[in-house]
């Protein structure tokens, strides 16, 4: 059992301390503090009885001479907590991104308990009152939805997020991902289609599309119908972004996901530069001239400038040629029918790729030997009704082991093949917000169904992710973990004789780094 003890001090005051039963004595195990006065007393009693774990008994022992000192035995009465500290940090953030001018306090509430405890809209209300916030209504919060369509907020965060990411930073090159969002719901509709899924689900989805700085700060966001090609998602995101802000120059960057000739024409025609990851397929054409005059040898680090062809089923193009030992420069001028290319071998790469080719192999080998019944996989050919190792297949592999390749339009005078490769890799960036949007600020179950209603809560987690993004990248750390260092730090009003008295939990020195990384002064 554990109980709160009130012993008298020597000097009249009383100290008020957790203590638990041990072996028939009683043990400290915190003091809580030492009060001077009736009204300290009351609120360090409160204090301790909040610090108990819930569902905990509680024995109040009375001291010895307390009624000498005249202290009265009724307990204060704690009328509001407040989370204040944390609130002040996500409110700060709201403001200083520049969202405080769409003015609706509701949407802002909605944005703010995202962060906090990501919930439905319903719930959203009770994760305010937790913290001490004067919700809005569930009504109103409803109606705060449909206002975020009618009065299009979603361009007001963009545009808000445009001017912080130009004046911290530059959007001169952006990074694009797209991912899904799958519903728990039986039957397809005009949005929410049932396509491919990279978690292998069969349930309607769609595809959300995401652009952000090289810093991973979200600038665009829109969501497509759940079986529309990937490549076919980028084009529009871009335009919206570039046409939003009056952008003319700037590199985008996506994943071979991307890598269609549709796409990359469109982007070189708009007057975009791009850098878009490329096909180990492909590597064999590429790289003709290298693999006749060197064959599968590569050093690590080694980086190859070359070209491609537009043509992405590269059978129509002769691009190189491969009697000529030095590859060719590209010049869009003089190979107007293709790319620059860039591949880099990486011995690390190549040991991880080995390592996947084995088991694929191995897996290859089982079916063929009839040891496992499976869809046919890689590595494996049927002739004649019979199932054989495709050891042809198996081998071309084995030889492109390491490398990874980039196509872009970018001239390598305005920039080498170092920082191509560079900038491809800041993707980790985008793949990093699309995995806060999913488990810090759970975009995902979505108790939405139609499309108005679906887009507005895009908005809500699109704001969520921008505060997020901006925390985390003043403090070093999580969203998730700012939120779970600030929240248990409270203030309590308790009421004693009809005074209302105001306690604080004590600032720790993790909530003190936070709060000194956001300059905030606690109020």
């Known amino acids: 059992m554990v109980f709160v003890r009130r012993s008298p001090g020597r000097s009249g005051s009383t100290k008020v301390q957790i203590a638990e039963r041990r072996d028939g004595r009683d043990v400290v195990v915190e003091h809580v503090g030492t009060a001077r006065t009736d009204a300290e007393l009351a609120v360090l009693m409160a204090k301790a009885r909040q610090r108990l774990h819930e569902g905990q008994e ?45 003015g ?23 994760v305010l009152n937790e913290i001490g916030v004067a919700s809005a209504s569930l009504r109103t919060m409803f109606r705060a939805l449909q206002r975020t369509q009618d009065h299009d907020y979603r361009g007001q965060i963009a545009t808000a997020c445009f001017s912080h990411a130009t004046t911290h930073g530059d959007v001169s090159l952006v ?13 397809e509709d ?6 491919y899924s990279k978690e292998r689900r069969v349930d309607p989805q769609i ?6 700085d090289r810093h991973g700060f979200p600038l665009e966001i829109g969501c497509f119908e759940g079986n529309k090609a990937e490549t076919l998602t980028i084009i529009p995101i871009v335009k919206q972004f570039a046409e939003r802000h009056g952008i003319a120059d700037m590199v985008v960057v996506a994943d071979a996901g991307m890598l269609s000739s549709s796409n990359l024409n469109d982007l070189d025609e708009a007057g975009l530069r791009f850098i878009v990851g490329s096909r180990v397929t492909k590597a064999p054409k590429d790289l003709e001239s290298h693999f006749r005059w060197h064959g599968n040898a590569f050093t690590d680090g080694q980086i190859i400038d070359t070209i491609t062809p537009r043509d992405q089923r590269g059978t129509a193009v002769k691009v190189s040629d491969p009697k000529v030992k030095a590859e060719p420069v590209w010049d869009p001028a003089v190979h107007a029918k293709s790319w620059r290319a860039v591949w880099a071998y990486s011995r690390k790469r190549g040991v991880r790729d080995n390592a996947t080719l084995t088991l694929q192999e191995n897996k290859a080998r089982a079916v063929v030997a009839g040891e496992k019944a499976a869809r046919t996989p890689r590595f494996v050919k049927n002739r004649n009704g019979a199932t054989e190792l495709d050891e042809a297949s198996l081998a071309r592999a084995r030889d492109l082991v390491g490398l990874k390749g980039y196509v872009t339009n970018i001239e390598g005078e305005l920039m080498s093949a170092t920082e191509v490769i560079g900038s491809y890799h800041d993707l980790w960036h985008v793949e990093q917000s699309f995995r806060m949007s999913k488990t810090d600020l759970a975009a995902r179950p979505m108790f939405h169904h139609t499309r108005e209603a679906i887009e507005a809560h895009l908005t809500i987690v699109f704001a969520a992710l921008a505060i997020a993004r901006h925390l985390q990248n003043l403090t070093g750390l999580s969203i998730r973990k700012i939120v779970a260092t600030l929240r248990p730090i409270q203030q309590i009003t308790v009421r004693i004789a009809g005074h209302e008295h105001v306690a604080e939990d004590p600032i720790t020195p993790a909530a003190k780094a936070i709060l000194d990384a956001l300059n905030i002064n606690p109020q």
């Open 190 to 195: 005009e949005l929410r289609k049932v396509g």
């Open 104 to 126: 609706d306090e509701a949407f802002a509430q909605l944005v703010l308990a995202r962060i906090i405890e990501p919930t439905s809209k319903a719930d959203s209300v009770r």
């Open 58 to 102: 509680t024995l109040d022992l009375e001291g010895i001479g307390l009624e000498d000192e005249g202290v009265a035995h009724r307990p204060g009465l704690i009328t509001s907590k407040r989370s204040g500290l944390l609130w002040q940090a996500l409110s700060d953030a709201y403001a200083r991104l520049g969202f405080d001018a769409i």
């Open 175 to 187: 990074l694009y991902d797209v991912t899904t969002l799958y519903f728990e719901a039986e039957k």
């Open 207 to 212: 595809f959300v599309g995401l652009l952000v």
